[in-house]
């Protein structure tokens, strides 16, 4: 089988208009009367994927940034290729019952109950710097619940970056004070 060679000029970056463009709005999921974000083609498409991770570490390049922290499952998804363009390493937030030494858990409400994520207890150094990130900030629950667990453990948060920001759900309300970052507002 012959393989396949690619010769790609550089990436090209792609506007905000473009990237969310690449963004498909799927009705009535994961019930009805919600438009699920599809983030899978922006995610697809070389340019837009390249553009993302770009315009979600700009604000931080010069903050020093050690640790990328993602929420579990899409900002695992992100923080990688952030990391790497930071010269960061990278530590996941997983849901409960996920990681296998011990942990430390932040809970935090849902519609129907509550939730909750963990890290390991020797995640974050004294004092690293950390950014925080995930898909969407919606009503704030998840990111206020991760920014305790990554305090609570010693990590300095220099600030929260999101691909998509909800902003009628009023997240930013949850994390008063904080540095926010949201690359598209809906």
């Not at 991770?53 to 499952?73: N, Q, R």
Request: charged share 25%.
């Amino acid at each position: 089988m012959a393989k396949a060679t690619s010769k790609r000029e550089a990436p090209v970056i792609l506007s905000l208009a473009s990237m969310k463009e690449l963004i498909k709005d799927v009705p009535d999921f994961p019930k009805k009367g919600i438009i699920f974000k599809d983030i899978t083609p922006l995610l697809a498409d070389p340019d837009g994927f390249n553009s993302l991770i770009d315009a979600l570490i700009t604000p931080f390049k010069l903050k020093g940034v050690e640790i990328v922290a993602g929420v579990e499952s899409r900002g695992f998804l992100l923080a990688p290729a952030m990391a790497a363009r930071l010269g960061a390493g990278i530590v996941p937030l997983r849901k409960k019952g996920k990681l296998p030494r011990k942990v430390h858990s932040a809970s935090y409400d849902l519609e129907y109950g509550t939730d909750s994520i963990e890290a390991h207890t020797d995640a974050f150094p004294k004092n690293s710097k950390v950014l925080l990130v995930d898909d969407v900030l919606a009503t704030g629950g998840t990111a206020a619940a991760a920014i305790s667990l990554i305090e609570t453990l010693g990590g300095d948060l220099i600030g929260s970056a999101f691909l998509i920001e909800l902003a009628f759900l009023n997240g930013r309300k949850k994390l008063p004070g904080r540095t926010i970052h949201s690359v598209l507002t809906y």
